[in-house]
């Protein structure tokens, strides 16, 4: 019964790269929610995702940010060419339901550095 | 203004003490929720309420739903609950997304 399950723990990139975080949620949950937490701020709503479908990207940045929850595999917060602002904790949630009154999971963050 | 604003930002105690954190909130809300954050750790969620008080172990969460305001009160608190407690509410009209305060950073000292 392992929880949510997020890798890297940690992540450094340089000013242009790439970066892909992964979560996978706990077994059995099919709604993925991805949370952003600059340095010294609050976490702050990126995206909801089901399996195969983007429910709500409202507080995905407009540009260079995807997320992706395939049918198969982790879901995955794609960032490109990455700029020092983009350094931050990501956090990921899991649910079993659309609605968090049956539960949710939070894992335990990717922390990205951009050097 | 923030939709979700927590008291206080900060807070020392000695072990022992009770302690309060309140968080406000504007919105229409379908839940509320208290987490907590260990440093560099991950996100634990405390309690989930939409009304009334809930009760785990010296943890206790209430809300007041007219006034649009909850409380978290640790009793006979322990430096293990050295943490950021973070109150968060889930929206009526976004769904499960949830907006969050800035948290509280809590340190007890033994």
């Known amino acids: 019964n392992a929880g949510v399950m997020q890798n890297p723990r940690h992540l450094v990139r340089r000013r242009g790269q790439e970066a892909r975080l992964r979560c996978s949620p706990v077994k059995g949950h099919s709604h993925v929610y991805w949370y952003r937490q600059l340095p010294e701020e609050g976490l702050k709503f990126m995206v909801y995702?089901?399996?195969?479908?983007?429910?709500?990207e409202s507080g995905m940045p407009k540009e260079r940010f995807s997320a992706e929850f395939p049918k198969e595999g982790p879901s995955i917060l794609r960032i490109q060419q990455v700029v020092r602002g983009d350094s931050a904790a990501y956090f990921c949630?899991?649910?079993?339901?659309?609605?968090?009154?049956?539960?949710?999971?939070f894992g335990s963050g990717t922390r990205l550095t951009v050097v | 203004k923030n939709e979700v604003e927590q008291s206080p930002q900060n807070l020392t105690a000695q072990e022992g003490e009770f302690i309060t954190i309140n968080c406000s909130y504007s919105?229409?809300?379908?839940?509320l929720h208290w987490l907590q954050q260990h440093p560099g750790g991950g996100i634990v969620s405390l309690f989930m309420?939409?009304?009334g008080k809930k009760k785990h172990g010296r943890l206790i969460a209430t809300i007041n739903i007219q006034e649009k305001h909850s409380s978290l009160h640790i009793t006979a608190s322990h430096p293990r609950d050295s943490a950021v407690y973070i109150c968060a509410v889930s929206e009526e009209t976004s769904g499960s997304r949830l907006t969050f305060g800035e948290g509280t950073q809590l340190t007890v000292n033994p």
């Open positions: 919105v229409g809300i379908s839940a």
């Open positions: 949630a899991s649910s079993p339901r659309a609605s968090l009154s049956y539960g949710y999971t």
């Open positions: 309420l939409s009304s």
């Open positions: 995702l089901q399996k195969e479908n983007i429910i709500d």
